[in-house]
């Protein structure tokens, strides 16, 4: 059984045998047809392994470590010195400190090529074009720059250090820029900026960021993690069903990837909407954790590595209801040049700075005459973004669990169920957001109950209508119907209403399995004396 790496390099896949989802086929194609390509993606998702393998194939060719895959022998490219800067590597808090890093690989890369007689200087721009002078006529090199953004989008909330940072990165990639020393170029980073010269008007780079063609060579799609991690899938679906390996079926494998889509899938990088892509990092994660643990936990694994940067903690602190209301149902709209031509990340559209770190993701196609539409991509972030914004919109923390760690939706009681969202409702900011009606109910609800990691479906569609709040368990489905009133000799009449809607809609029927169904008639009481659920039935 091979290991999952934890590499970077492509020359460890084959001296530690990890496994290997083979991209080869891309890189062919990339190489062949461009000659200098950009692509944006979230950090943690590929990038740096897709530039260390196009490095490894151009500097020492497909011998050995690209045996068996799809570009062994197909590769026909001579050999070129290569040039890998990652600006992971080098100070983001300290510009002088930040030029003398990024200078000595320069000079480290010209004195391993026997490039001599140059004039040194201190500063990277003037520092590279010295050395491209005095290079031999015919000599080119391969260019790499891993996340080339880290110091801009690491002080969005310093904007004079910003500014210092990416004078000094637009005058490097003006250096650089058409050089016929460079055989070929690769940039990563996670934002695309008109403020940096590489993309400025005129520049010779590709931007493949949501190129159909290209749409999946970061990250997994379900096929290629049937095809290349089919050991682990089969490891969990025996853990998880107390059974031999051997008689593991194919269906539970589907099964077990449908809930691995629902955590981690649906990153949508591709200009038509229609390719979507797994976290790397969340599904490595989550199958050496089946290996480690020897059962099958659903965890925020892409999200935890991520902290609490700066960009997704200005997102969360400017939301308003509204906003909350557009992230639930994954329909933020954002006009089209907003999306495609973002000047600076001190004055981005925020949605779009979310989208390209990868808190939202697409959701339409790009399309010049219309809108771009955003939403969260899977359960993982979603749950995730929800726990934060709960932060803000409620006063304390309020605990899901009854005993044994079990969901109080998930094995209590009706009235179990009730004083947990009542207590929930007492904790609301309620000069933030104030709850006037069944929408904002809902919407807040949700936030709770989504950061909880609980698996909610809001205002649910059947062929005869739509229920309120649907929260699924593996026994136990829990319907909710929820009336708003602010007067108490409504409330008999709101109830009976709520209730009359379950029994005639028969909300939660649909796909219901061998699951115990609760349907809850409830009403929300929003007179400031009240505020809370004063009457709820439990539907028979």
């Given at each position: 059984?091979?290991?999952?790496?934890?590499?970077?390099?492509?020359?460890?896949?084959?001296?530690?045998?990890?496994?290997?989802?083979?991209?080869?086929?891309?890189?062919?194609?990339?190489?062949?047809?461009?000659?200098?390509?950009?692509?944006?993606?979230?950090?943690?998702?590929?990038?740096?392994?897709?530039?260390?393998?196009?490095?490894?194939?151009?500097?020492?060719?497909?011998?050995?470590?690209?045996?068996?895959?799809?570009?062994?022998?197909?590769?026909?490219?001579?050999?070129?010195?290569?040039?890998?800067?990652?600006?992971?590597?080098?100070?983001?808090?300290?510009?002088?400190?930040?030029?003398?890093?990024?200078?000595?690989?320069?000079?480290?890369?010209?004195?391993?090529?026997?490039?001599?007689?140059?004039?040194?200087?201190?500063?990277?721009?003037?520092?590279?074009?010295?050395?491209?002078?005095?290079?031999?006529?015919?000599?080119?090199?391969?260019?790499?720059?891993?996340?080339?953004?880290?110091?801009?989008?690491?002080?969005?909330?310093?904007?004079?250090?910003?500014?210092?940072?990416?004078?000094?990165?637009?005058?490097?990639?003006?250096?650089?820029?058409?050089?016929?020393?460079?055989?070929?170029?690769?940039?990563?980073?996670?934002?695309?900026?008109?403020?940096?010269?590489?993309?400025?008007?005129?520049?010779?780079?590709?931007?493949?960021?949501?190129?159909?063609?290209?749409?999946?060579?970061?990250?997994?799609?379900?096929?290629?993690?049937?095809?290349?991690?089919?050991?682990?899938?089969?490891?969990?679906?025996?853990?998880?069903?107390?059974?031999?390996?051997?008689?593991?079926?194919?269906?539970?494998?589907?099964?077990?990837?449908?809930?691995?889509?629902?955590?981690?899938?649906?990153?949508?990088?591709?200009?038509?909407?229609?390719?979507?892509?797994?976290?790397?990092?969340?599904?490595?994660?989550?199958?050496?954790?089946?290996?480690?643990?020897?059962?099958?936990?659903?965890?925020?694994?892409?999200?935890?590595?991520?902290?609490?940067?700066?960009?997704?903690?200005?997102?969360?602190?400017?939301?308003?209801?509204?906003?909350?209301?557009?992230?639930?149902?994954?329909?933020?709209?954002?006009?089209?040049?907003?999306?495609?031509?973002?000047?600076?990340?001190?004055?981005?559209?925020?949605?779009?700075?979310?989208?390209?770190?990868?808190?939202?993701?697409?959701?339409?196609?790009?399309?010049?005459?219309?809108?771009?539409?955003?939403?969260?991509?899977?359960?993982?972030?979603?749950?995730?973004?929800?726990?934060?914004l709960s932060l803000r919109v409620y006063q304390k923390n309020v605990s899901p669990y009854s005993t044994g760690k079990k969901y109080v939706l998930e094995q209590g009681t009706v009235e179990d169920i009730i004083n947990l969202f009542n207590e929930v409702l007492a904790a609301l900011s309620y000069d933030k957001y104030p709850v006037k009606d069944e929408p904002v109910l809902r919407a807040l609800l949700q936030v709770y109950l989504i950061g909880k990691n609980h698996d909610v479906r809001i205002v649910q569609n059947n062929s005869k209508g739509r229920?309120?709040?649907?929260?699924?368990?593996?026994?136990?489905?829990?319907?909710?119907?929820?009336?708003y009133t602010d007067k108490v000799n409504s409330e008999k009449a709101k109830l009976a209403e709520a209730e009359q809607q379950i029994i005639e809609k028969g909300y939660g029927l649909e796909d219901l399995g061998g699951r115990e169904l609760i349907q809850i008639a409830c009403v929300f009481n929003g007179a400031k004396t009240k505020r809370q659920i004063s009457m709820y039935k439990k539907v028979e």
């Amino acid at each position: 059984m091979k290991l999952i790496a934890q590499s970077e390099n492509i020359e460890d896949f084959l001296d530690s045998d990890f496994i290997y989802v083979d991209k080869t086929e891309y890189i062919y194609n990339l190489t062949r047809n461009f000659k200098r390509v950009f692509f944006s993606r979230p950090r943690r998702f590929g990038k740096s392994l897709t530039l260390n393998t196009i490095g490894t194939l151009f500097e020492k060719g497909v011998d050995p470590y690209f045996k068996g895959t799809w570009i062994y022998d197909k590769w026909d490219q001579d050999k070129y010195p290569v040039l890998h800067l990652s600006f992971l590597e080098y100070s983001a808090t300290d510009l002088d400190a930040f030029k003398k890093s990024l200078c000595q690989p320069i000079r480290d890369f010209a004195r391993l090529n026997g490039i001599t007689d140059y004039a040194d200087d201190i500063e990277p721009n003037n520092l590279i074009r010295n050395i491209f002078t005095v290079m031999q006529d015919k000599m080119q090199i391969v260019l790499l720059i891993d996340e080339y953004d880290r110091q801009l989008t690491a002080n969005i909330n310093n904007p004079e250090l910003y500014e210092k940072f990416r004078v000094c990165i637009r005058d490097f990639y003006g250096a650089i820029k058409g050089k016929k020393q460079i055989k070929f170029m690769a940039v990563t980073g996670v934002t695309r900026l008109k403020d940096v010269s590489i993309f400025s008007v005129g520049s010779d780079i590709k931007d493949l960021s949501y190129e159909n063609d290209y749409s999946t060579m970061i990250g997994f799609t379900r096929d290629e993690i049937k095809r290349f991690y089919i050991d682990y899938l089969k490891l969990g679906v025996s853990y998880e069903n107390n059974k031999s390996l051997e008689s593991v079926t194919d269906s539970e494998i589907e099964n077990l990837l449908d809930r691995m889509a629902d955590y981690y899938d649906c990153y949508c990088f591709d200009e038509f909407n229609q390719n979507k892509v797994f976290s790397t990092y969340s599904v490595n994660d989550f199958l050496r954790d089946i290996y480690e643990s020897k059962t099958v936990r659903f965890g925020d694994y892409w999200f935890d590595v991520g902290g609490l940067p700066s960009i997704l903690t200005n997102y969360i602190a400017s939301f308003n209801l509204n906003e909350i209301c557009q992230l639930l149902t994954s329909e933020i709209s954002i006009p089209y040049n907003d999306f495609m031509n973002p000047t600076s990340l001190i004055d981005i559209n925020e949605n779009v700075l979310m989208c390209q770190t990868g808190y939202l993701t697409l959701k339409s196609e790009l399309d010049p005459v219309d809108d771009v539409i955003l939403g969260t991509a899977n359960q993982e972030v979603k749950s995730a973004l929800f726990r934060l914004l709960s932060l803000r919109v409620y006063q304390k923390n309020v605990s899901p669990y009854s005993t044994g760690k079990k969901y109080v939706l998930e094995q209590g009681t009706v009235e179990d169920i009730i004083n947990l969202f009542n207590e929930v409702l007492a904790a609301l900011s309620y000069d933030k957001y104030p709850v006037k009606d069944e929408p904002v109910l809902r919407a807040l609800l949700q936030v709770y109950l989504i950061g909880k990691n609980h698996d909610v479906r809001i205002v649910q569609n059947n062929s005869k209508g739509r229920s309120d709040i649907i929260v699924n368990f593996p026994k136990r489905r829990v319907v909710l119907e929820l009336k708003y009133t602010d007067k108490v000799n409504s409330e008999k009449a709101k109830l009976a209403e709520a209730e009359q809607q379950i029994i005639e809609k028969g909300y939660g029927l649909e796909d219901l399995g061998g699951r115990e169904l609760i349907q809850i008639a409830c009403v929300f009481n929003g007179a400031k004396t009240k505020r809370q659920i004063s009457m709820y039935k439990k539907v028979e």
